[in-house]
Structures are given as structure tokens and as C-alpha cells.
């Protein structure tokens, strides 16, 4: 006679916490393998966030003249598609505001090559009226002039759209920064412990 056949109860008991020992443990595990990939899924958004306002901050900072360089707007990585879907795990706001941020920075591109467009004109209506008045014509320099004033408008808009484009986009790139802000803690906070 076996020793479990002499005490079934303890047979059942001890199987019993063995079922609660295994669930307990993959429940844990499933819970630190999530938490992995959260903070993965963070950590690979605020790579790119930070990316995209880094050279946001760039073009603002020196907006330069487009009219010979052919500046482009910054984008989200298409690599980063599958993941800003998958980030609907951690907050479904986060794939609404990438999708924002796409929408935002495609005009600021827009924006940014009506600027490069307006300038290129500015230039060359200031060149011919330098060679106008170079060789003394009145006529086209005050043509020139009389065409330059509406260039010039239309520059100066497209500036000031790029520049609250850019500014709509610096503060999506602060929403996203604040969806990602309490799965990037969570990590850090563990690896203190």
C-alpha cells in the first residue's frame, strides 16, 4: 500500500496546491512578459518621438533658405507602423495621435514647400529687379516691384502656417510623450529595485 493511498486527502491537497503553485506562477510570468513588451513597445515609440521633435526643433531653429536646399518635413518611420498598431495595447489614444502626427506632418512638408516655392520666387523677382535697375529700365523694376508684394504675402503665409504646423506637431509629439510616460517609468522604476 502506497503512503498517498493511505492519506488521500493529502494526495488531493497537495495536488491542488501544485495547480495554485503552476497558475500562480504562469500568471506571474504572463504579467512580466507583458510588462517587457509594453516597455518595449514604449521604449520604441519615444525613440521615434524624440527623433521626430529633434528635427522639428532643427528646422525651427534654423528655418535657412529653401530656395536652393531641399529641405523635407520629418515623418514617422514607416518600420514603426506595425508597432504604433500593436501600441494600441497600451493606450488606443496613442494610434489615434500618431495618426494625428502623420496627418500634421505631411502639412507641415506641404507647408514647408510652399515656404521653398514663395522663396525661390522672391529670389528670382529680386534678381530681376536688380538687373532691371542694373541696366536702368523703370518699367520692370517697377513691375518687379508691383509683382514682388504678393510673392512676398504669400511667403510670409506659408510661414506662418509652417510654423503653426510645426507647432501642432511639437505638441502632439507632447501628448504621445505623455501616453508613453507611465510604461517608460515602470521599467525604470524596476531596474532601481
Do not use: C
Request: net charge positive.
Amino acid at each position: 500500500m502506497a503512503i498517498w493511498d493511505a492519506f488521500p486527502f493529502t494526495a488531493a491537497l497537495s495536488a491542488l496546491f501544485g495547480a495554485a503553485a503552476g497558475f500562480g506562477s504562469a500568471t506571474f510570468q504572463e504579467q512580466l512578459r507583458r510588462k517587457k513588451r509594453f516597455h518595449a513597445l514604449a521604449a520604441a515609440l519615444d525613440v521615434e518621438r524624440r527623433r521626430i521633435a529633434d528635427e522639428l526643433q532643427a528646422l525651427r531653429a534654423d528655418p535657412g533658405d529653401y530656395a536652393e536646399v531641399r529641405v523635407q518635413a520629418p515623418s514617422v518611420h514607416r518600420w514603426l507602423e506595425r508597432v504604433i498598431v500593436d501600441s494600441s495595447e497600451l493606450d488606443p489614444r496613442l494610434v489615434a495621435e500618431f495618426l494625428l502626427l502623420e496627418r500634421i506632418l505631411h502639412n507641415t512638408g506641404v507647408y514647408l514647400e510652399a515656404s521653398a516655392k514663395a522663396q525661390r520666387h522672391t529670389s528670382n523677382l529680386h534678381a530681376s529687379i536688380e538687373r532691371a535697375v542694373a541696366a536702368g529700365e523703370a518699367r520692370a523694376v517697377a513691375d518687379g516691384r508691383q509683382a514682388l508684394m504678393p510673392v512676398e504675402q504669400r511667403r510670409a503665409l506659408a510661414r506662418a502656417e509652417l510654423d503653426r504646423s510645426m507647432n501642432a506637431a511639437l505638441l502632439s509629439l507632447s501628448a504621445i510623450e505623455q501616453l508613453l510616460r507611465p510604461y517608460l517609468r515602470d521599467r525604470f522604476r524596476s531596474q532601481r529595485t
